[in-house]
């Protein structure tokens, strides 16, 4: 996979792996990566791939999910808007989304993850914050 594009600016916030939710204040594994940014900060696609998720949840709010040729699927989660429709191929930094604050937050951020052969993936391997 050629170099990948930051999926958006802001501060990293929440590391991957094990911690104690700050909402919830109870430990568990986080899946991914949180980087505070305002709301409507843009989402950029980290590679070339098509978006194969979009949907809404109790704890992540308004999510979508990009999935690459060779199958890495990208996870965004707490958007406040989305500007890629399901099926719809996207270009490596196409602005798929806005950032946000739905769902189970402390504060607008952008929830992200990386999922590689059926297993999570820390998100701080590919990019730096």
């Known amino acids: 996979m050629k ?10 916030t929440s590391k991957f792996g094990e911690r104690v939710h700050p909402v919830t204040k109870v430990k568990g594994f986080h899946n991914g990566i949180d980087i505070a940014a ?11 791939g098509k978006i194969t998720e979009l949907f809404d949840s109790e704890k992540g709010g308004l999510c979508m999910a990009l999935e690459t040729p060779d199958g890495t699927r990208f996870g965004f ?14 270009a490596q930094g196409q602005h798929i ?3 946000g604050n ?5 504060g607008p951020h952008l929830h992200f993850t990386v999922k590689q052969n059926g297993d999570w993936i820390d998100p701080l391997t590919m990019f730096k914050y």
């Open 77 to 90: 989660a707490h958007l406040s808007k989305r500007y890629a429709a399901w099926n719809e191929p996207v």
């Open 97 to 99: 989304a806005a950032s």
């Open 102 to 106: 739905t769902g189970r937050t402390t």
């Open 38 to 48: 305002p709301v409507g900060t843009p989402v950029l696609a980290p590679a070339d």
């Open 3 to 12: 170099k990948l594009t930051k999926p958006i600016n802001g501060k990293l």
